[in-house]
């Protein structure tokens, strides 16, 4: 089956824009939750969707956002970029109640 | 607060046995998993323990003490492919995954 697909790859921003990015989790999974990584950072916590509700949120302004939709597809919102936003960001999802999360290749965003 | 703490290098040779420990503290715990990142890809993940005790999957184990709240990987036979990072996560009250900074993995010939 298909696997964490997340669009785009790479995505370059000037400060002050804001951007969407999108994760459709496998099939079946409803739980998806994002990361961010930066170098040093390991993976921090941003969100956590289930049947589209937001169920646990991180240390983010509310800059971030986020929202699931009824096919479970994700997208996360950053808006008024900065230059500090720049970092790959994850989606995974699993199954409720699963301890397996499959991850998606992410977005590699740039804030210029 | 929650936190989990992890060493951020570690270099090995080839052959050799490797332990990555991860200290934890957080809200609630339902158990500890480990993940594997190749440079440019994405974690995968390696295994998870819920209860104390060793967990074997070939040439990893993984091995928790919950009173301790401390758990640790052990890579045997270590091959170069073996070189990527490596974190742990928890899994806690709010079914949250939380994720370790990561200990990078360097295999030497």
């Known amino acids: 089956k298909a696997g964490v697909t997340q669009t785009p790859r790479y995505l370059i921003k000037t400060r002050g824009q804001q951007v969407t990015l999108s994760c459709s989790p496998i099939s079946g999974h409803r739980s998806v939750s994002w990361y961010q990584q930066t170098p040093g950072q390991g993976l921090q916590f941003l969100f956590e969707y289930f049947s589209e509700t937001q169920r646990n949120k991180g240390n983010f302004p509310g800059r971030f956002s986020g929202r699931q939709f009824s096919n479970s597809r994700s997208e996360m919102n950053v808006s008024t970029l900065e230059l500090g936003d720049s970092a790959l960001y994850l989606c995974?999802?699993?199954?409720?109640?699963?301890?397996?999360?499959?991850f998606g290749q992410g977005t590699r965003l740039t804030v210029v | 607060g929650q936190s989990l703490e992890q060493p951020s290098e570690v270099t090995a040779v080839e052959g050799a046995i490797v332990q990555i420990n991860c200290t934890y503290q957080?809200?609630?715990?339902?158990?500890l998993s480990w993940y594997q990142q190749h440079d440019g890809g994405a974690p995968t993940f390696l295994s998870y323990n819920a209860l104390d005790g060793l967990e074997e999957t070939g040439r990893f184990s993984s091995f928790l003490s919950r009173s301790d709240s401390y758990g640790y990987l052990l890579l045997q036979e270590l091959q170069m492919k073996d070189s990527a990072s490596y974190f742990c996560?928890?899994?806690?009250?709010?079914?949250?995954?939380?994720f370790g900074a990561g200990t990078r993995l360097t295999v030497k010939p």
């Open positions: 995974a999802s699993s199954r409720e109640g699963n301890t397996e999360a499959f």
């Open positions: 996560a928890v899994r806690d009250a709010g079914n949250d995954m939380r």
């Open positions: 957080t809200s609630g715990f339902y158990g």
